[in-house]
């Protein structure tokens, strides 16, 4: 894997569009921020391609739906053949999500909605610019085949331990590769994936159809229980745990997002029950203060290494305030977490 070098001039962008006037907006849109230069832009795939070639970008934003060959395709040639950070330009409709998220199961660094009829494309687009910013500075690896990995039927997770995950960007691709190694008797698992509302209902559907899991967006009142995954809804609301149910909470955002891992980890700490935090690759710092207290409660707590992240991020903050028992590689963590997650696993003494 590896990682573009910090940017001490503009980031180069090329952006691929069909739609002349959406390649306009979004030119318009990243060349007001002064820490961006927009190299070109391409029609298509095969226009794509030369400009590649030619420009050498830094990152590129391209449009899901496109003639000759469509952007999850070109994704998909992008990353077997020249890995680079892409943020995927999407419709609202669900054929954009789905399709959306594949891109982001196979690498994308992230993804923003195209304007809906009406919105302004300043403000649809208002985290385009960060999000490219945070692209540049990501880590990108050759796409591979993703091998399924048999669990051994023995296996029994201890019905009592309840395992929260957080996730950012880069955190579709890593979910999966942790979920897609989950048994149908799992722990009982409760996930916080910063994710707009339209994608986490489909995001949780890829999900269950990859894992041996039931994996389910959360509702409020779900009881939580093993074999069972439970995705936090996008939106309004923060998803935690109490008396050993999922509780959507309306309530101001925590560290800019809602949901927030720190919400979640919090909630998970305060049980009094056998419990594992994950926290995984994402920006800034969400999370670690609750895995910190999931920690002190006497939790397991693991978190994804640097090597691995997209986005070393939270992990980095989880580990440096000390709620980080150990960094794994993303695929060594499946298996720890289960491990860790067995009937008759040893339990952690609370941390001072």
């Not at 070109?40 to 934003?61: H, Q, S, Y």
């Not at 051994?152 to 880069?170: E, V």
């Not at 910190?292 to 693991?302: F, P, S």
């Amino acid at each position: 894997m590896s990682q573009n070098p910090a940017h001490t001039s503009p980031v180069r962008v090329l952006i691929v569009d069909d739609s002349a006037t959406m390649r306009s907006l979004i030119s318009a849109v990243l060349r007001r921020d002064p820490e961006i230069s927009v190299v070109g832009t391409a029609a298509d795939p095969l226009e794509a391609r030369a400009a590649i070639k030619e420009l050498n970008p830094d990152v590129i934003t391209l449009d899901v739906e496109m003639p000759n060959m469509n952007g999850l395709e070109f994704l998909e040639k992008i990353m077997r053949l020249r890995p680079m950070p892409v943020v995927m330009v999407s419709t609202l409709t669900q054929a954009g999500t789905d399709v959306t998220l594949a891109a982001l199961e196979v690498g994308a660094v992230d993804a923003v909605a195209k304007p809906a009829p009406g919105v302004p494309a300043q403000e649809a687009f208002a985290d385009l610019a960060e999000k490219v910013k945070i692209a540049a500075r990501s880590r990108v690896r050759p796409l591979e085949t993703r091998e399924a990995r048999a669990v051994d039927g023995a296996y029994r997770a201890d019905p009592n331990h309840i395992l929260a995950i957080g996730a950012s960007t880069g955190g579709v691709e890593a979910l999966l590769n942790i979920l897609s190694a989950f048994p149908a008797n799992c722990p009982a698992t409760v996930v916080t994936q910063h994710m707009p509302a339209t994608f986490t209902k489909s995001f949780a559907a890829r999900l269950d159809k990859a894992s041996g899991a039931t994996v389910t967006e959360a509702v409020d009142g779900a009881p939580v229980i093993p074999g069972h995954v439970y995705i936090a809804p996008g939106g309004e609301r923060h998803l935690e745990v109490s008396n050993g149910r999922c509780r959507l909470v309306a309530a101001d955002t925590v560290n800019g997002h809602r949901p927030s891992v720190d919400v979640l980890f919090n909630s998970v700490a305060r049980l009094g029950r056998p419990m594992t935090g994950v926290i995984l690759t994402g920006m800034g710092k969400d999370g670690a203060r609750g895995l910190l207290a999931m920690r002190q409660a006497g939790a397991r707590t693991l978190g994804q290494d640097e090597a691995s992240s997209v986005v070393y991020g939270m992990p980095r903050a989880a580990f440096e305030l000390g709620a980080v028992e150990r960094q794994l590689s993303l695929p060594r963590l499946a298996p720890a977490i289960l491990e860790l997650c067995a009937a008759g696993a040893h339990v952690s003494k609370p941390v001072a």
